[in-house]
Every structure is written in C-alpha cells, then in structure tokens.
C-alpha cells in the first residue's frame, strides 16, 4: 500500500514543488511506484513536466466535480521514467480554483475516494501543496500518513514552521488521527552564508530526529527544471542537486516506519 | 491623496515581502510618508519588524472584524524612519485566517472604508499579499489604485505572471475599473545565472514600459532583515539590495504617474 505524503509550508518558495518533482523521479528510479499530485492552483508541478493546464484533457478539477474518473487523470511524465505518473491540479482560472476550494471544503470524501482508489497502485504519493495552511492543504493533510515540511535555509522560512506543525496537530485531532510527520528537510543550502548554518543548528536542535540528514545545496540545475520541463536527475545526473536528492531517497528508503 | 499599491504574485518567495519593507523604508527615507499594510496570513510583514502577531495589540484582523478602528492599529516601524508606519495583519491561527477571508469576501465595503480612511495621512500605501490569487489579493486590488509584481529571475515565477495580468484584469472588469499597473520588479538577479539574463530579456520584450529599469540583484544582505528585523537600508546602506530599492524609490518617484 503506498505511503501518501503531503508536502507542505505556509512559506513560499522553499522547494515544494522541486522537492516532488526531484524526490518523485528519485523514488520512481529506485524501483519505486511513484505518483506526484498537484494540489496547489499556480500549477508548478504539471507546467515541471511540460503539462500546463488545458481543458484538453482533465486533471484533479476534473475528478473532484465528478466530470472523470481518477483512472482519465493519471499521465506519464518522461519515458526514461516509466514508475513515476502524475494527476495535474488542471485549473485555468481564479473561478475554477474558487470552485475546487469549495468542494474541497464541503466535500472531504471526494479526495478521500480518490486517494483510497489510486493508493493500491503505488509505493508513494506526494502531494505538492500551495503556500498557505487553509483548505487545500487542510484537505491534503487530512487523507495523508504524513507530510513533509522543505525549510529554506533562510531566516523567514524558518519562522514559519511552527505554524505548520499547529496546523497539522490540528488535522491530527479532528480528522486524521493516524498523521505524523515524514520529515524537515532543508532546503537550497548555501554554505558561504551565516544564516544557513544557523538556521541548520536551529532545525537540527528543534525539530532533532525529524530533520533529515540529508540536505538540498542550492543548486542552479535545479532551477533549469521547470525549463528544461524534466526532474534534475534526467539531465544532470552529477550535479549537487541530482546527488542529494538520490541520497535523500536512499535515506527515505533506508528507514523503516515515517519519521 | 495616497497611492494604494497592492504587491502581488502567484509564485512564493519571488519578494514580496521584501520589497514591501525595502521599498518603504526607502520611499519614507527621501520624505515621503508610507504606510505598510500586511495581508498576508503569514505575517511575514510584521516580523520583518519584530512585531509578531499578538493579541495584546490589535491589527487588520480586529479592524476588519469590527473590534479596532484604523487608529488603533498603526505602528512606527523604526524609530530612524519615522514616516514609515505598518498596520500588521494579526492573525493568530488558521481559524482566524478563514475568519478574515470570509470577512474580505462578504463585507467588500469593510476594506474600502478603511482603505478611505487611513489614505489622505500617507504618500504611500503599500499592500504585501499572499502568494496567491483569490480572495485576499482580489479585495486588495479591488481598493488599490495600481499592482506591483516582483518577478524572481527564475523560469517559475516568469509563467505565473500571465495569471496575474488575468486576475487583475478581472478585478478592474468587475469592481474596480481604475486598476493600473504601478510596474513589474525584477528580483533576486543574479547575472552569472544564465537563467537570469534570459527572464530579464523575457520580461523587457513582453512587458516593455511596465518594468523597471531597475533590477533588485540577489544579496544575501536582503536575507538578514527578517532576522535583524529592520530594513536593509537601516543596517547596511552600502549593499547592493540597499542601492538597488534607493535607486527604485527614485525611479518611481521621478515618474510623473504610475505605469
Ligand atoms: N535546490 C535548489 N537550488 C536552486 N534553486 C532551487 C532549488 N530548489 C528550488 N529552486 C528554485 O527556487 C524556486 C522556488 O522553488 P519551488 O517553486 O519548488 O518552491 P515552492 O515552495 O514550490 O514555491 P511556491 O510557494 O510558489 O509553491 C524555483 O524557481 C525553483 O526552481
Ligand atoms: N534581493 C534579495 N536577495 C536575496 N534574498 C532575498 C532578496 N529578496 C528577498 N530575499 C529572501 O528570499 C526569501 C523570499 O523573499 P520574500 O519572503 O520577501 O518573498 P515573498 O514573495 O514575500 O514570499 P511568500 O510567498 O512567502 O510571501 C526570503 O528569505 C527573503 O529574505
Ligand atoms: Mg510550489
Ligand atoms: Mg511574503
């Protein structure tokens, strides 16, 4: 039964989306079933993979007003990555994504259905959720086993993290009793700069056994992605990025229970 | 009368926040009188000044729920900018967060009276919002005279900016038909990225004389104020964040009306 795992910040662009992106295509190239959904409304995740909203074709929209069915929304993402499948979030305008919220909000089972449906299928799931801490995401966390917090290695990433792990206590107490945590990880690391070792030292003496040891370097190939429209790993194997998001797979894989 | 400037941005961490709390500090050091306003559920506004959200002063959350009146909720920033003043968001938890967005969305006339109020005392009002497109940014715009958008030079936040010309363009269409564009802000540029010098190029070529000459480089400096909880041009005036946000207080004040 694969492991759903949503990936969550109130922060803005601490590596969410390039965390599912890179660790999916890591897991899928480990031998591991691996789908990405896309449940923030900018649509970062599908536009990664070359995908961008189009009523062409539906996505999560689709399934949640009950216009198709999970199994239309599943598509490939690279053909040199056959284990890793993507649902796109598919919402072309501010209305749409208003829609998606409400239903969201007053109808939890949906989501629920979908997940239960397609969690069979695959070793993980990972969720790239918006910036913010209310209903998208609320309803992310309350189908997940557990979720994953990227902290950038900068001053106002970390400020934030309490108010995730609030929001997640929350969940826990009223919806989904089994949520834990999957872990911290720290994210676009500079060494040369004070304020990434301190804020290292901090989540490493705050968050202790939850942070992982591995650490994504602030890399510029990883910013190609959403250009090059492909994971890291399928372009530049030996870049910095590349490395630690294979280590933080092999380390995922290498523990028994979530964090 | 002020002008009221809504900064906006569907992509996270492009520098919003900070160009709210530099762009200020820099508008009311060359006389002007500024006013900050957070809308941001995050409060990273009122943290770049030490001032966490706390109930034992009131902020936008009372205001709007009809506990404070505008009055009360004006700070002083810092006491070397003593034109810069901040009304902080204040909200304490995800409860009081939907609490406001319920309020923003059913009681569009709340903001405006304030908006009303408080706008003949300052040159500028400056509104940091959060990295989305829905109700806090739309009641934002529906009471500001022009947007500011600050484009990180990366790939992902260049492909969100058509969804806020969309956005805006539907707020002047259905409530505010005076909506400008104050301009288009270039940030965290770093020119050895080739990545850099393709989004700046994108950006002159589709946006023209809506964007900045100015360019708002990556600086590490800019990083501190959340920790040192003053502007960049408070601790170190030298630094080319410090020159770059001077440069564009001069810019925008050397034009004769917004973009
Ligand atoms: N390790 C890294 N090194 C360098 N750049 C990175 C790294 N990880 C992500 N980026 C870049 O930083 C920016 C922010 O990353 P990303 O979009 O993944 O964050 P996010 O948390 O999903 O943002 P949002 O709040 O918009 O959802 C993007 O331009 C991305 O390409
Ligand atoms: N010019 C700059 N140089 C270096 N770092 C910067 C610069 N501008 C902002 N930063 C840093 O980048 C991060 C993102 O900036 P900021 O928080 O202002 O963005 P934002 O758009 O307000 O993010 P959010 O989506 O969370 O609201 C912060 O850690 C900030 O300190
Ligand atoms: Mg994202
Ligand atoms: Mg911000």
């Known amino acids: 039964m694969g492991q759903l795992v949503a990936i969550v910040s109130q922060k803005g662009g601490v590596g969410k989306t390039a965390t599912a992106v890179n660790l999916g295509a890591c897991l899928s190239a480990i031998k591991r079933r691996v789908l990405l959904i896309g449940m923030d409304p900018q649509g970062g995740l599908e536009r990664s993979f070359g995908l961008d909203s189009s009523k062409d074709r539906p996505g999560l929209f689709e399934v949640l007003s009950e216009q198709a069915s999970p199994a239309d929304v599943v598509y490939r993402c690279h053909e040199r990555l056959p284990r890793l499948d993507l649902i796109p979030i598919n919402v072309a305008s501010v209305a749409e994504e208003a829609r998606l919220v409400e239903i969201l909000a007053n109808n939890a089972g949906r989501l629920r259905r979908v997940a239960e449906r397609i969690r069979p299928a695959y070793d993980f799931i990972l969720v790239d959720c918006p910036s913010r801490l209310d209903t998208p995401t609320q309803a992310a966390l309350a189908v997940a086993d557990s979720y994953l917090v990227p902290v950038q290695c900068e001053y106002s990433s970390m400020a934030t993290v309490g108010n995730v792990l609030r929001a997640a206590l929350e969940v826990r107490k009223n919806a989904n009793p089994k949520l834990g945590i ?26 202790k056994t939850h942070a992982f040891r591995t650490i994504i370097p602030r890399d510029p190939r990883v910013a190609e992605v959403p250009n090059r429209q492909q994971p890291v790993v399928a372009f530049d194997m030996e870049s910095p990025g590349s490395k630690a998001y294979i280590s933080l797979a092999r380390e995922i894989l290498g523990r028994s229970a979530p964090g």
């Open 182 to 207: 999957f872990g911290f990880l720290l994210t676009m690391a500079d060494k040369r700069a004070r304020f990434t070792i301190k804020v290292i030292r901090e989540v490493r003496q705050y968050l």
